[in-house]
């Protein structure tokens, strides 16, 4: 991907508020994950990870702190991308389908192109921070992979038999030459999920779908079920919410079903 395109929340992944330049990798923030997913601090003088974990207070000023995480979360995210391709095994798709990766936003799927999936599991994460792959970063950065990540979940579904979706619902914007422009097809969650839905789910005609959905995902589920009523109602045979809060008579009655 060009230099000059950049994919996190803001243009600001190596700089926060104009006000502190930041590390450019995880490393350099001082931390790394150890065997068992969780966040650790390096020795700065052995290069070695400690068993000390997260340290959000290492500023005076409450701001530069959350400045700091918020710049911190950054780089989790885009390592939690490289390790849904490379030890995952996860494909990165553009969405829109055929769009130039520098305009285009992108989801993860088990393979390059779905057809015909005899099982398929769609994950759709809340609003907010968080990316493809991830449920809450929060978890990610204070506990650990499996808690915060949806790998757990991409792991058990492929022992199951199942292929795999991953959207990326609030990657909606990108900054190029200092201009920051939404991405056609993903200007906001639901025309994601929808534009996934479209290209990447219905048109492998899978057999059965499954959908788990976190906190804001569960109401991006519902308007895809009153988008596609007949693909809901003939191929999604479960939907799972997660802390997700709904009101009976605004579901959809084929949902419901």
Request: proline share 5%; glycine share 8%.
């Amino acid at each position: 991907m060009p230099e000059k395109v950049q994919t996190g929340i803001s243009s600001a992944t190596n700089k926060m508020s104009g006000t502190k330049a930041y590390p450019k990798t995880l490393e350099g923030f001082g931390y790394g994950f150890d065997e068992e997913g969780k966040l650790r601090q390096i020795d700065p003088e052995t290069g070695k990870l400690t068993d000390k974990g997260f340290d959000f207070n290492i500023y005076t000023n409450a701001t530069e702190n959350q400045e700091h995480y918020e710049a911190l979360g950054e780089h989790i995210t885009e390592w939690v991308y490289e390790r849904l391709e490379q030890k995952v095994g996860l494909k990165r798709l553009v969405l829109p389908e055929g769009a130039p990766p520098e305009e285009a936003s992108f989801v993860f799927s088990t393979q390059e192109r779905l057809e015909r999936p005899k099982k398929l599991l769609v994950l759709i994460h809340g609003s907010g921070v968080v990316r493809a792959g991830q449920w809450a970063r929060s978890l990610i950065i204070n506990h650990s992979l499996d808690s915060g990540t949806q790998i757990p979940y991409i792991e058990r579904a492929r022992s199951l038999g199942y292929e795999v979706l991953l959207t990326n619902t609030n990657d909606n914007y990108r900054t190029s030459g200092g201009t920051r422009k939404a991405i056609k097809g993903s200007r906001n969650p639901t025309e994601h999920a929808v534009s996934a839905f479209e290209q990447y789910v219905i048109a492998s005609n899978p057999e059965s779908v499954a959908i788990v959905a976190h906190s804001f995902g569960g109401v991006v589920t519902v308007e895809l079920a009153q988008r596609f009523p007949e693909f809901f109602k003939d191929k999604v045979f479960a939907v799972g919410f997660t802390d997700s809060v709904h009101s009976a008579s605004l579901v959809p009655k084929g949902l419901i079903e």
